[in-house]
């Protein structure tokens, strides 16, 4: 059974804007800082934490995996969290002062969908704020109602590569998996996406270029048009890899496969 096409699902991190580098890495670094601690997290080995999603997670996976002689207060839950606050507030600052911008192709992707009367919704591992503080930094305030639903963060107990926030998404949306197409940017969030039973795209980025897209039917290096550098990397269908522009002319075809 055919289903129509419904709903636009987005992840945030790398997908929407390429966030981590340059902005989440140097957020955990000041906070880093403020606390006294001498951790650096470098360019490279953000790129090898970024295999555990969620930030207080990320923290908790670099004193175990990567410290050796680190003991943590004895409130490790309390002392992270503490951290991860003050993290997200050096965040916040940065996206509020405009330094990080959505990815190319974005937001003519998010206004023909409006125009199409699409749903769209954003499923996400990071914090409900650094969505809202995102989409009214680069979108305006407006913004904030376009997507159906935010589902971010803690509203779920096991984060990505776990399909639970877009489980959690499809439910708030009313909406089958067959009605709906998620974008992702990393493994993670792929394997997340399909597990709750969805088509995903992924446009792939400097962080996860070399991550495992087998279950995406498209990969495409950024969402826009072949003037502006949009190349499709792999795909399941032959004669997309001639698509001239991330439209939703070719998503419904994804869709429809
Ligand atoms: C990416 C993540 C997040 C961010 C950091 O989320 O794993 O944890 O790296 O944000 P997604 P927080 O790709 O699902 O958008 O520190 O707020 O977790
Ligand atoms: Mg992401």
């Known amino acids: 059974m055919q289903h129509t096409l419904k709903a636009l699902i987005f992840d945030v991190d790398g997908t929407l804007a390429d966030t981590e580098r340059d902005g989440h890495r140097v957020a955990f670094n000041k906070a880093f800082n403020d606390a006294g601690l001498t951790w ?50 050096h965040y916040l600052k940065m996206l509020s002062d405009g330094e990080i911008p959505l990815r190319p192709g974005v937001e003519d992707l998010i ?53 639970d926030i877009y489980q959690w998404c499809l439910d708030q949306l009313e909406l089958k998996a067959e009605e709906c197409i998620a974008f992702e940017d990393s493994y993670n969030g792929l394997i997340s996406a399909c597990d709750a039973g969805l088509k995903t795209i992924v446009t792939s980025n400097v962080y996860t270029k070399d991550d495992d897209f087998s279950r995406a039917h498209i990969v495409c290096n950024q969402m826009a048009c072949k003037k502006e550098g949009f190349n499709v990397i792999s795909s399941s269908v032959d004669s997309w890899k001639n698509a001239n522009c991330f439209d939703l002319d070719l998503i419904k075809k994804v869709h429809r496969v």
């Open 111 to 163: 206004n023909e969908a409006r125009s199409a009367g699409l749903t769209l919704a954003i499923s996400t591992t990071t914090t409900p704020e650094n969505v809202t503080y995102l989409l009214n930094a680069t979108l305006g305030k407006e913004s904030l109602n376009w997507f159906k639903v935010i589902a971010a963060g803690d509203i779920v107990p096991a984060k990505k590569p776990a399909p």
């Open 40 to 89: 650096d997290w470098d360019e490279s080995l953000y790129g090898k934490l970024l295999a555990v999603t969620g930030g207080k997670e990320r923290i908790k996976f670099y004193i175990s995996d990567f410290l050796s002689n680190f003991t943590p207060p004895s409130d490790i839950d309390g002392w992270v969290k503490e951290l991860h606050a003050s993290k997200t507030q």
